[in-house]
């Protein structure tokens, strides 16, 4: 794996080292791909949820037509 030097406030490195631990994940690299594969997800369910709770299951009164 090729690597990269980022730089962050003290305060954001604590914040992370936080996170990591509470995540139980081994590196900050793995908490920054949690972190941003989460954003993803919340994006993709804003996108592709908007009758998210609106809906309901088709009953019997929903027929259109007589299917005896």
């Given at each position: 794996m090729e690597s990269t030097t980022v730089?962050?406030?003290?305060?954001?490195?604590?914040?992370?080292?936080?996170?990591?631990?509470?995540?139980?994940?081994?590196?900050?690299?793995?908490?920054?791909q949690t972190l941003v594969a989460r954003h993803r997800k919340e994006l993709l369910e804003e996108s592709f949820g908007a009758d998210r709770g609106k809906l309901r299951a088709f009953g019997e009164g929903d027929r259109g037509e007589d299917r005896s």
């Open positions: 730089k962050v406030s003290k305060d954001t490195a604590k914040k992370l080292a936080v996170l990591q631990h509470r995540l139980r994940k081994a590196t900050l690299d793995e908490t920054i």
